[in-house]
Antibody, heavy 120, light 110 residues
Framework: QVQLVQSGAEVKKPGASVKVSCKVS????????MHWVRQAPGKGLEWMGG????????IYAQKFQGRVTMTEDTSTDTAYMELSSLRSEDTAVYYC?????????????WGQGTLVTVSS | SSELTQDPAVSVALGQTVRITCQGDSLRSYYASWYQQKPGQAPVLVIY???NRPSGIPDRFSGSSSGNTASLTITGAQAEDEADYYCNSRDSSGNHLCVVFGGGTKLTVL
């Protein structure tokens, strides 16, 4: 059974970068399609991007292209999401979640979430 | 990119049946998946594929689809079902690796 454990809450100043980690247990990261979803306070879920191990391709939502980088350390089964040039609107809970193989489209399981607060 | 539309809020009397809908062009090509989210918690998958429930999800939750509309039905809603519900699917208008979420529906159990 796959379990995802994320790093702790972060407070960042506008213009800074944040890097959130997601540790996988119960499976190897290379066999998973790891994605990132965020949720601003009181708002809905927003897909940011993810990795497809079959294509070897990382794809980002257009909104975040140029500001987000998703990487993986297969030696430690840890995925990372780095978001740069932070602004107050990036204050949100960031989740990692594994996506089923195409054409399946469900996310399961999810990490517990990491709150990122952007404030001067 | 594709969009999925959900009603912002729905209410149901305790023990009654409620249907939560999700509309979008991508649903003509892909099934919707459904998630339940309670305050302060991560989303939990409740329905996936044609109409499948993960282990531990009560059988009062079911899913269906017709044309560009997917539905999540709760038959005999319980107080603990009060939560936000989100649908998602693949993006059919561009790269199939892209994913889209609906805006969410807040379910109130009266």
């Amino acid at each position: 059974q796959v379990q995802l454990v994320q790093s702790g809450a972060e407070v960042k100043k506008p213009g800074a970068s944040v890097k959130v980690s997601c540790k996988v247990s119960g499976y190897t990261l290379t066999e998973l399609s790891m994605h990132w979803v965020r949720q601003a306070p009181g708002k809905g879920l927003e897909w940011m991007g993810g990795f497809d191990p079959e294509d070897g391709e990382t794809i980002y939502a257009q909104k975040f292209q140029g500001r987000v980088t998703m990487t993986e350390d297969t030696s430690t089964d840890t995925a990372y999401m780095e978001l740069s040039s932070l602004r107050s609107e990036d204050t949100a809970v960031y989740y990692c979640a594994t996506l089923g193989r195409y054409p399946n489209n469900w996310f399961d399981p999810w990490g517990q979430g990491t709150l990122v607060t952007v404030s001067s | 990119s594709s969009e999925l539309t959900q009603d912002p809020a729905v209410s149901v009397a305790l023990g009654q049946t409620v249907r939560i809908t999700c509309q979008g062009d991508s649903l003509r090509s892909y099934y919707a998946s459904w998630y339940q989210q309670k305050p302060g918690q991560a989303p939990v998958l409740v329905i996936y594929g044609k109409n499948n429930r993960p282990s531990g999800i009560p059988d009062r939750f079911s899913g269906s689809s017709s044309g560009n509309t997917a539905s999540l039905t709760i038959t005999g809603a319980q107080a603990e079902d009060e939560a936000d519900y989100y649908c998602n699917s693949r993006d059919s208008s561009g790269n199939h690796l892209c994913v889209v979420f609906g805006g969410g529906t807040k379910l109130t159990v009266l």
